[in-house]
């Protein structure tokens, strides 16, 4: 009985042992990295503008603007920029 129970748990442990290393092992991304990215001014939907001013994904309490307009980043579409951008400190 019990060589039985081993026999079949063996090779589930040892893939779980394996799993376990590939991500045991795997340097995590860091926190709050984030590229600098130019602004976007939204002229309407679908339609952005770029600009010159280095903005931050990371949430802070200021939105990045270009004087009276706040900049967008683009989307994964590559085709609207609705997402709000930071200002980097």
């Given at each position: 009985m019990k060589s039985i129970i081993f026999k079949n748990a063996l090779p589930l442990i040892a893939i779980m042992f394996a799993a376990f290393g590939a991500f045991a092992f795997n340097e995590a991304?860091?926190?709050g990295v984030a590229l600098n990215l130019n602004g976007l001014i939204r002229v309407a939907e679908g339609e952005c503008e770029t600009t010159n001013v280095n903005?931050?994904?990371?949430?802070k309490p200021q939105f990045c603007s270009n004087g009276t307009e706040f900049l967008h980043k683009l989307d994964a579409s590559g085709t609207d920029c609705p997402d709000p951008l930071y200002r980097i400190n």
């Open positions: 991304p860091e926190r903005c931050s994904e990371v949430q």
